[in-house]
């Protein structure tokens, strides 16, 4: 019976078996989160996947990977201060965006607003914030993960502060 070469896919799924565990630990150190971990790592194997005829590697694999991956959490974390600070320094508590809502010229003006939005990011603002879903139910409805709605809802205030203090 002659030995059959595995392929390109083939391979590339051993990669991942084998060491995706082990880079949601390496992120998962970093970011201290599961979910935000495991979006790093599968963004790393997309980045991988994508250069895989172009990447050429001096030390193995994993080596190559941790790196990466340590990297990526790196800059995740670096961003996600950069978003805290940035709301933080527009001073305009979260409720008070939803206060404003019951007035009816300003919710004409904040519905403005959410038009400016990208599309899947006022949808996914709208279902938790506006219609009262949950974290969860508004990442299944979506298709992305929890931290996703998270991150996207963030953004969502941050833009809705940055704009509301136009109309002030």
Avoid at 5 to 26: I, M
Avoid at 39 to 62: G, H, L, P
Avoid at 84 to 102: G, T
Wanted: aromatic fraction near 10%; hydrophobic fraction near 40%; include cysteine.
């Amino acid at each position: 019976m002659k030995k059959v070469s595995p392929t390109r896919t083939e391979n590339f799924e051993l990669l991942f078996k084998e060491h995706y565990e082990l880079l949601c630990l390496v992120s998962f150190a970093i970011v201290k989160d599961k979910d935000a971990a495991k979006d790093i790592v599968q963004d790393f194997f997309i980045s991988y996947w994508q250069k895989r005829n172009t990447v050429s590697f001096r030390v193995s694999f994993r080596a190559y990977a941790v790196k990466a991956v340590k990297n990526l959490s790196l800059l995740a974390v670096k961003k996600a201060i950069k978003e805290r600070s940035m709301i933080n320094d527009l001073n305009i508590p979260e409720y008070e965006v939803q206060n404003l809502l019951s007035k009816e010229k300003e919710r004409k003006e904040i519905f403005e607003i959410l038009d400016k939005l990208p599309e899947k990011r006022r949808k996914i603002f709208i279902s938790s914030v506006l219609e009262g879903h949950s974290y969860g139910e508004v990442a299944l409805a979506s298709g992305v993960s929890i931290n996703t709605v998270k991150t996207q809802i963030k953004r969502s205030y941050a833009f809705l502060r940055m704009h509301l203090k136009e109309f002030n």
